[in-house]
């Protein structure tokens, strides 16, 4: 499988799209900065609806409504998220393709995405069902602080844990 991914990113790295990421000097500082601001506004949004679900934040203001304006917004950054992060592997595709770490953190992403899903539909089409579940939401807002903290560590551990 290793041998199998070398090789697919030895070819994506000869690619005319990777040869100008990896050439004109602006392109990956653009994209990092781009993707760090969007990973801000996506972990930032998600721990504040979690924090509302423990009453650390907006408690004068019901969960659903601070969900309803917070959560819709995370699915676009997440598709930015998804283009600069695309683009950053093709410049440079060794470095992630061939990586535990980077699967780490797509399988957590994918972890992430479920629960916001689960978190977003159920607070909106029944705004009192976590309110009056509160070990149950507790511990969905435990699990998704966690996940998308884990996603922020494995996201910069790529750079430590590529391969030679
Ligand atoms: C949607 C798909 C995503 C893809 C394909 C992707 C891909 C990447 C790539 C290739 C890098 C560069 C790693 C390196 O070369 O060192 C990176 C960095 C990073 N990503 Fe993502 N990413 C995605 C989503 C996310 C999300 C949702 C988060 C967190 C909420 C995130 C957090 C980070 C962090 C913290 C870094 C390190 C930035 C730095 O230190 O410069 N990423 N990502």
Not at 37 to 45: H, Q, T, Y
Not at 90 to 103: D, H, M, Q
Request: glycine share 4%; hydrophobic share 55%; with cysteine.
């Amino acid at each position: 499988m290793e041998a199998l991914l070398i090789t697919f990113s030895k070819w994506l790295a000869s690619t005319g799209l990777s040869h100008v990421i990896q050439t004109v000097s602006w392109i990956i500082p653009t994209l990092q900065t781009i993707h760090i601001l969007c990973v801000a506004i996506v972990f930032s949004s998600a721990v504040l609806v979690n924090l509302r679900i423990f009453g650390l934040f907006e408690r004068d203001e019901p969960l659903h409504a601070v969900a309803r304006r917070f959560l819709p917004p995370v699915w676009p950054v997440l598709l930015i998220l998804l283009l600069t992060g695309s683009l950053l592997i093709i410049g440079e595709p060794r470095r992630s393709l061939v990586n535990t770490t980077f699967y780490l953190k797509m399988s957590l992403l994918l972890v992430a995405i479920l629960l916001t899903a689960i978190l977003q539909r159920t607070v909106l089409s029944s705004p009192d069902f976590i309110e009056n579940r509160r070990a149950a939401g507790r511990a969905l807002a435990t699990a998704s602080i966690l996940v998308w903290c884990g996603i922020l560590f494995a996201g910069r551990w790529i750079a430590y844990t590529q391969a030679g």
